[in-house]
């Protein structure tokens, strides 16, 4: 996630050459920063769903695999 953040930071550095990375980096998190502060209030809620957690972490495990040393 915080990948594609950095890259539409980096992207928008093109079409707006005098501002500065430190800029437009939190300006590409900003819905994720207001999201997570709405959470922590208690004015938005999650809801973990089993199936699509258990999906998520096969696909995690599956992107690990290259990177697991050769025995």
Known sequence: MFRGH???GFEAK??????????LFPAAQ????LWST???????SVRIEPGIADW???????????????T
Request: aromatic letters at 6%.
């Open 56 to 70: 998520l972490l096969r696909c995690q495990s599956l992107a690990a695999l290259p990177l697991r040393p050769q």
């Open 14 to 23: 093109n079409p707006a050459p005098r501002v500065s990375l430190g800029t």
């Open 38 to 44: 709405l959470l922590l209030l208690n004015v938005e």
């Open 6 to 8: 950095f890259g539409v």
């Open 30 to 33: 900003f819905v994720d920063l």
